[in-house]
């Protein structure tokens, strides 16, 4: 079976401690990406990579770190500095590294701060 | 879970009307874009895509319209049916740049 998995499906922290959402492709795929959507918005970009030890800042990084060690994971961890972490996590990944073609998303984790 | 659908403009179609979906997007160096799916709780699926050099491109049900005149892009779903309603929403690339914009999307919903 191809495609991106990420895990889990729902998590639960509590205020002060740092989670990390995994994130897989079997695609072969370059380039990965990680999204937030929260209600009634456009999915807004935290971090990107295109290529194996190297990612960068999207347009709300503050809070968020990633690593790229293997074209297979991009793991996402929100740690205590992130304000509002409570949302809809999406991975992404993609063949072209320029960004003109399609993303394939996974099915999201849906983190929740208690 | 709570619904992406939330506060989104919402097209209310009849099973087996067509359905027309609008985006706007701002940027006239945009050369590629895509149309996403996004049931409640899962994550967004590729519909279609079509390239600025193309003005219409179709797939199964489903046909894409591009006017970059207007900077518009619309989906139209033919024959709607239950399993359509969704969110729906189009991202945008901008020639040499390595990301998508994504618009807020339209909830879609199918009368039985």
Redo the contacts between chains.
Sequence with gaps: DGGITQSPKYLFRKEGQNVTLSCEQNLNHDAMYWYRQDPGQGLRLIYYSQIVNDFQKGDIAEGYSVSREKKESFPLTVTSAQKNPTAFYLCASSPDRGGSDTQYFGPGTRLTVL | ????????PTLSVQEGDNSIINCAYSNSAS??F?W?KQES??????II?IRSNMDKRQGQRVTVLLNKTVKHLSLQIAATQPGDSAVY?C?E?I??????A????NQVVVIP
């Design positions: 879970g709570e619904s992406v659908g939330l506060h989104l050369d590629y895509i996403y709780g899962k994550g967004p699926q590729f895509d929403f991202a690339n020639e040499g740049n390595n990301r998508l994504f618009g807020k999307g």
